[in-house]
Nanobody, 114 residues
Framework: QVQLVESGGGLVQAGGSLRLSCAAS????????MGWYRRAPGKQRELVAE???????NYADSVKGRFTISRDNAKNTVYLQMNSLKPEDTAVYYC????????WGQGTQVTVSS
C-alpha cells in the first residue's frame, strides 16, 4: 500500500507564491512519474505539471513560466513551487505518483484572492 500526504495549500493574494509538497510512503520500490493535477469548481481535473524519474518535466500551458515541479527521490517527495498566482489558479490540487499503479493524494485547497 502507498500513502501520499500533501501539504502547503492555503489562501494567498494574487501575485503571491505557495509551495506544495507531497510525500509518499509505504510499499515503494521505484517511483516513475510524479505529478500535480487540479480541479477547479465546476471543471474537470486537469494536469498541472509532471516529472519523470529522469527529471523530464511537462507543464500545462496556463502555468508555464510560473510553476516549477521538482522531486527529491531520496525522500520520495514531489514539490510544486507556484509563483505569480492568479485567481484562476484557485482549485484543489492533487498529487499523483506512479508505482506500477497510480496513486492519488487527498487534495489540498489553493485559493487565490484578487
Amino acid at each position: 500500500q502507498v500513502q501520499l500526504v500533501e501539504s502547503g495549500g492555503g489562501l494567498v493574494q494574487a501575485g503571491g507564491s505557495l509551495r506544495l509538497s507531497c510525500a509518499a510512503s509505504g510499499s515503494i520500490f521505484s517511483i516513475s512519474a510524479m505529478g500535480w493535477y487540479r480541479r477547479a469548481p465546476g471543471k474537470q481535473r486537469e494536469l498541472v505539471a509532471e516529472i519523470t524519474s529522469g527529471g523530464s518535466t511537462n507543464y500545462a500551458d496556463s502555468v508555464k513560466g510560473r510553476f516549477t515541479i521538482s522531486r527529491d527521490n531520496a525522500k520520495n517527495t514531489v514539490y510544486l513551487q507556484m509563483n505569480s498566482l492568479k485567481p484562476e489558479d484557485t482549485a484543489v490540487y492533487y498529487c499523483r505518483i506512479v508505482v506500477i499503479a497510480a496513486y492519488w493524494g487527498q487534495g489540498t485547497q489553493v485559493t487565490v484572492s484578487s
